[in-house]
């Protein structure tokens, strides 16, 4: 079965930073784009960050700059650093692994909590 587990999660105080992995499991992980994704309580789910198998990236605007998005295909890992955090940044972060509309995975979040 697939899998995608995120960790790193956390409460951090303004300006702080973290560092979030998913490791994927159950897909052919090169065939896939990976991605962030998050909701805070009230809103829609957003993207965050993508990154497709040749390296390409693509951010939300107001994560730009501060967040970078990366993949390790020889662990099946997705990491999102997150830099110069803002109050506005908290929210349920979740891992996805897309390939189509068939198939597209989702983790189960992981919660950061940005706050002083």
């Known amino acids: 079965q697939v899998q995608l587990v995120e960790s790193g999660g956390g409460l951090v105080q303004p300006g702080g930073s973290l560092r979030l992995s998913c490791a994927a499991s159950?897909?052919?992980?090169?065939?896939?784009?990976m991605g962030w994704y998050r909701q805070a309580p009230g809103k829609q789910r957003e993207m965050v960050a993508t990154?497709?198998?040749?390296?390409?990236?693509n951010y939300v605007d107001s994560v730009k700059g501060r967040f970078t998005i990366s993949r390790d295909n020889a662990n099946n890992a997705v990491y999102l650093q997150m830099n110069s955090l803002k109050p506005e940044d908290t929210a349920v972060y979740y891992c996805?692994?897309?390939?189509?509309?068939?198939?597209?995975?989702w983790g189960k979040g992981t919660l950061v909590t940005v706050s002083s």
């Open positions: 996805n692994a897309y390939r189509s509309y068939v198939f597209n995975y």
């Open positions: 159950g897909i052919r992980f090169s065939a896939y784009t």
């Open positions: 990154i497709t198998n040749d390296g390409s990236t």
